[in-house]
Structure formats: structure tokens, C-alpha cells
């Protein structure tokens, strides 16, 4: 049996290797439009690839996967976060677990994951072919199956020849990006770092929290990507621009204003503006003064009213700013659409429409936040590819 991998990436070469493993007889090739393979891979992570997550933090998998938790909640079964640590170890590749239980190979380089794909595809005999882009399946007429791994298309051009083929595509928009807010006071704040924030986008659904880091042209860190994961496609309906809604303690307005109470009964002589309540940066906490009491001179925290109190609260839990576009992360976003999840069989990730058509990684409508969400996809669907093909009977033959 003759299978095509259509796309030379993190997904395709898996697959690649997982299917001569499994079925030494087949006979795989790699179609790669590139000079070079796997070049994803190599700037992932910064240069050092955060290959997988080890899960333990993660509460449900919809918080990791806004688009196809459901089918990952199945493929995990197979082929998770612990097959896929095993697999790299005994690949040769020896990794490392982070305090945020993200995943990278021990040596902080990628190259140790794209040396392992390469060697152990070149040992199996996986054909490769470069600079070889294809745009129609006739092209792969001689095939007996064909594996589409392309990854992530930023437009619905990239892959209007699987549109061609009768395949539902769901619009490809950017997902994981920073926010640009013009509001130049907040960014005078410029590298203030907010440890836990809850972020949302008022009259949604999509709320984020974590960590927020203010930059010169607007807000980033884990919480702002994140939120633009959940929201990536509302975001692009309202072309990047809406209100953004900071709540700067992640509280509720009772445990804020219970809060202020405390710090106003134990620090009755204190300047408001020497003492940020929560342990709010101070730069922070000066400029959220200004935009609560912005008529008020200097005052101490047994000066204020309740009307001042209330005001205060409301800013610190409601503070709202105008997005005014998107921003990059270090050039790093993925793709959110692709390929519609109903049009393929959920087992074997086999096209339902056409069922020589099989497909792994990002093209499919699944995509994660950051921390090694994105690559355990591309894992766990390579893996079920792999495994649908070689239980196929005509495979051997
Ligand atoms: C800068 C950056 C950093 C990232 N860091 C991380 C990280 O640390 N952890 C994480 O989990 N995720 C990370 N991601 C996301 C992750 O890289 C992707 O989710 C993952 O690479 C998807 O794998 P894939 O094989 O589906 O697609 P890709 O890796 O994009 O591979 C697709 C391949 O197909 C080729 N191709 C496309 N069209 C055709 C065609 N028509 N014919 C032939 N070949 C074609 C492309 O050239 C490419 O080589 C990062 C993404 C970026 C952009």
C-alpha cells in the first residue's frame, strides 16, 4: 500500500514514523512544500520546542482546546501526554518538565526533536520529497491513501483545494495573539506585570485569567492570549475591535470591597497612594486611582466615602479599555478553523466524504492555548492516523 503525507511538519513526520513502525511494509512519502522541513518546529518555544503539557493543571479541556476539546478528549485516551513523554524518551530524546508543567527536550533546543524525526525517518525508509507543493489530489492519483498534515492556513486560499474536494472548511482566523489597546496611559505602564487577573470581553462569554503584562502598544502574557483563543473568532468578526473589560484583583465586587475595607481600618493614616491594596503593582495602582478618583488631590484611606469606595471597586473589577487591534506574540500564533471536525470519522480522523482522505495536526479544526497544547494535537491525530492505517487490511499488501 502506497500512503502520501502531504506536508513535511510536526504532524506529517510523526505520522510518518508512527505508521512504518507499526507497518513496515508500507510505503510512506512525504510531500514538503519547503526547502526544509519541520521549520515550525524549529522556532517553536522560543528555539526550544515545549513539545507537550503534562496536563496536571489543566481543569477541563476546553480551557486548553477552544476548538476540538471533544475530540481530544477521545484521542488523549490513546495516545496523550504520558505516550507522548515515553515516545520521545525512547526516541532518544530525553525531556524535561517545567514548573508550569510544560514540556521541552532537555537540551533547550529544538533540533534534538527535528534530529530524532529525521533519523528515525530517513533509518524507516520514509520518502521524502521537497519543494514539492501540491495542489490537487490527482497529483496523488498513484496513492493509496493520502494524509493531509499542511498545518495551520492564516487564509481560506491555503486550502480552498481541499474545499474543492466537497470538504467542509471552517474560516481560518488567527488564534494566540497580543491585544492592542491605543489608551496611552495604560501604555505608559509599559512592562508592569499583573500576577493574576481575570480578563473578558463584555456582552461574551469569553473570560481568561492569569498572568497580564502591559506592553507599549496594549496588553500580552498568558491571560491576553489565551482570551484571544477563546474569542479568536469573535475577535476577527469585530475586526480587533471591542471593549476589553480588566478585572486587576480577579475578585468579585465583594471580596474587593471587602478588601478596601481592610486596608482602609489598618492603614487609616496611610496616603492612598503609598499603599496599593492586593499587592497591585504601584505604577498600576496610581494610574487606577487617577481613572476611580481622578477629581480627588491626595488623600489618606480613612478619607474615603462609600460613594469613592464604590467607585473604587468598580474600577479595579471593571476597569474597560477599547481594543484597538491585534498584536503579535513573538510572531507566534496558531490557526483556529480548518478542516470541520463533522466531516471526519472521529476513530480513525478518515474523511467521511472521501475515504482515501485522512488528516493530522493543525489543518484539522482543533487548536490549543499555548504551554505544548498545540503539538500534543498534532501528536495524538498523527498517532490515530497511523493506527487507523495500519489495521487497514489492504495496508500489507
Ligand atoms: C513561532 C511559533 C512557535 C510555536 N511554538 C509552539 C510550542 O512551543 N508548543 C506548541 O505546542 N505549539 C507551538 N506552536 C504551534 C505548532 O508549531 C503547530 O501547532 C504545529 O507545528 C502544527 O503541526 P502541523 O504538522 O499540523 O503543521 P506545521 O508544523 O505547520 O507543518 C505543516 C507543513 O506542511 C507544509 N505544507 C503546507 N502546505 C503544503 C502543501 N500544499 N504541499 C506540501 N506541503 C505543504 C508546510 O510547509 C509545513 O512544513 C508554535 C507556532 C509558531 C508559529
Not at 182 to 206: C, F, I, N, W, Y
Not at 212 to 237: K, M, N
Amino acid at each position: 500500500m502506497r500512503v502520501a503525507i502531504v506536508g513535511g511538519g510536526a504532524a506529517g513526520f510523526f505520522l510518518a514514523i508512527n505508521l512504518k513502525e507499526m507497518c513496515p511494509v508500507a510505503d510512506v512519502t512525504i510531500f514538503e512544500s519547503a526547502l526544509r522541513p519541520l521549520r515550525k518546529v524549529a522556532v517553536s518555544g522560543g528555539g526550544r520546542c515545549n513539545c507537550t503539557n503534562t496536563f496536571r493543571s489543566v481543569r477541563s479541556l476546553e480551557s486548553v482546546y477552544p476548538r476540538g476539546a471533544r475530540l481530544m478528549r477521545r484521542l488523549l485516551k490513546t495516545f496523550g501526554p504520558e505516550q507522548a513523554y515515553s515516545w520521545f524518551e525512547s526516541h532518544g530524546v530525553p525531556l524535561v518538565v517545567q514548573a508550569d508543567e510544560c514540556v521541552f527536550p532537555q537540551t533547550q533546543d529544538s533540533q534534538a526533536i527535528i534530529d530524532c524525526f529525521l533519523c528515525h525517518a530517513r533509518n524507516l525508509g520514509v520518502k521524502l520529497i521537497l519543494q514539492s507543493r501540491i495542489s490537487s489530489l490527482g497529483e496523488l492519483a498513484d496513492f493509496d491513501a493520502v494524509c493531509i498534515t499542511v498545518g495551520g492556513q492564516p487564509r481560506a486560499e491555503g486550502l480552498q483545494w481541499l474545499a474543492d474536494c466537497g470538504l467542509h472548511i471552517e474560516p481560518p482566523v488567527p488564534s494566540l495573539f497580543a491585544l492592542s489597546i491605543a489608551d496611552a496611559s495604560l501604555r505608559s505602564l509599559m512592562g508592569t506585570v499583573v500576577e493574576q487577573v481575570e480578563m473578558g470581553l463584555p456582552g461574551t462569554k469569553h473570560v481568561a485569567s492569569g498572568t497580564l503584562l502591559i506592553t507599549h502598544w496594549g496588553v500580552s502574557g498568558p491571560a491576553t492570549l489565551r482570551l484571544s483563543s477563546y474569542a479568536a473568532r469573535h475577535l476577527h468578526d469585530c475586526q480587533y475591535a471591542c471593549p476589553l473589560r480588566i478585572n486587576w484583583l480577579a475578585m468579585n465586587d465583594e471580596q474587593t470591597l471587602s478588601l478596601l475595607h481592610k486596608t482602609m481600618q489598618e492603614h487609616r493614616r496611610k496616603l492612598l497612594s503609598s499603599l496599593a491594596p492586593g499587592g497591585l503593582p504601584q505604577r498600576l495602582w496610581h494610574h487606577l486611582l487617577q481613572r476611580a478618583l481622578p477629581e480627588r488631590g491626595e488623600k489618606r484611606w480613612a478619607e474615603l466615602s462609600r460613594r469613592d469606595l464604590n467607585r473604587m471597586v468598580n474600577t479595579l473589577s471593571n476597569d474597560t479599555y477599547p481594543i484597538s487591534g491585534r498584536g503579535i506574540f513573538k510572531e507566534e500564533f496558531v490557526t483556529c478553523g480548518g478542516v470541520s471536525l463533522a466531516d471526519v470519522n472521529p476513530a480513525t480522523l478518515q474523511s467521511r466524504k472521501n475515504p482515501r482522505l485522512y488528516f493530522a495536526g493543525e489543518v484539522l479544526d482543533i487548536d490549543g492555548v499555548t504551554g505544548g497544547f498545540n503539538f500534543q494535537a498534532a501528536w495524538s491525530t498523527a498517532y490515530a492516523v497511523a493506527t487507523a492505517l495500519a489495521r487497514r487490511d489492504d495496508l500489507s499488501q
